[in-house]
């Protein structure tokens, strides 16, 4: 699908979240959506995304300081300001930066963005056809595989099923020793009521389907790495920042969040 055939009166989650960060880049539909989802079914809706955003910003940096100069980010989402090769550019011009996206309004958007940067690219496919991505020109071009990579799964694997999942294990088996694999997904975890009506919302109203992973489910899902400090936290408690959004309990943020390492095996 490019992005003259989206059905722009659908909501769509990649739009939703980028309206909730105060971005420009969705439709009535998903503008209306966000309002929704906030009146009667998570008034954290935003925070939850700036949260969520603001812990994908720590955890480049924290790549970036462990040496990590490639980064592989699935399920990245519509551009707004800070984004991941901003970030790790302005500290590592020469950084590499591959974006996948299944939302060809992200994807249209990210290309449009990246025009002249010869160290970013973008790659439209379903991040659950790692063959997709890892085959394409633009990771043989951008991506060296024997060195480290951050493989980011960030707010992306809630839209993927733990069965689907099982297809994406190539991604981890890519990865030479010091790469980290970055993620944070939604979870139902103490916030069971409202879960609920953001599950019976999306199945409802939008093209997209949640699945709420628990701690534990997270916690899994770094086996085979070391698990950096601070461990699988809500989004704001991982190594926060005086600048961070606030105003809410961590919690509300809604999303467990870490980093692991690939170490030697
Ligand atoms: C909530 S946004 C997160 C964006 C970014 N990772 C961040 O944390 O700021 C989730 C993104 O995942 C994308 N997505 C969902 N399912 C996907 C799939 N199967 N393949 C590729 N992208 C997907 C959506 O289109 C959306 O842009």
Do not use: K
């Not at 592989?72 to 591959?98: C, F, K, M, W, Y």
């Not at 063959?131 to 394409?136: E, H, I, T």
């Not at 009521?193 to 992973?213: G, I, L, P, W």
């Amino acid at each position: 699908m490019d992005v003259t055939e989206v059905d722009c009166t659908t909501p769509n989650a990649a739009r939703i979240y980028d309206y909730d960060l105060g971005g420009e880049h969705n439709f009535a539909a998903d503008r209306a959506a966000s309002e929704e989802i906030q009146r009667t079914v998570a008034p954290t809706g935003p925070f939850i995304a700036r949260a969520n955003r603001a812990f994908l910003q720590r955890a480049v940096r924290f790549c970036l300081d462990q040496g990590i100069d490639q980064f592989l980010d699935l399920g990245s989402g519509i551009p707004t300001v800070g984004n991941v090769h901003e970030i790790a550019q302005d500290r590592q011009p020469g950084a590499r930066v591959l974006y996948v996206d299944v939302e060809p309004v992200a994807v249209a958007t990210t290309r449009h963005l990246l025009e002249g940067n010869d160290h970013a690219g973008v790659v439209h496919a379903d991040v659950r056809d790692p063959d997709a991505v890892l085959d394409s020109p633009e990771a043989a071009s951008l991506l060296d595989f024997s060195r480290p990579v951050a493989l980011l799964t960030v707010a992306v694997l809630h839209y993927i099923t733990p069965q689907e999942q099982t297809r994406m294990h190539r991604y981890r088996e890519v990865l030479a020793p010091g790469s980290a694999v970055v993620i944070s997904t939604l979870t139902a975890d103490e916030r069971a009521e409202e879960a609920e009506r953001v599950e019976r919302f999306f199945a409802e109203n939008a093209d997209t389907q949640v699945t709420f992973r628990t701690r534990d489910e997270v916690l899994a899902l770094f086996d085979g790495t070391e698990l950096v400090s601070p461990g699988v936290v809500w989004t704001p408690q991982w190594r926060p920042d005086p600048a961070d959004p606030a105003g809410w309990e961590p919690h509300r943020a809604g999303c467990w969040a870490g980093v692991g390492l690939v170490r030697e095996p």
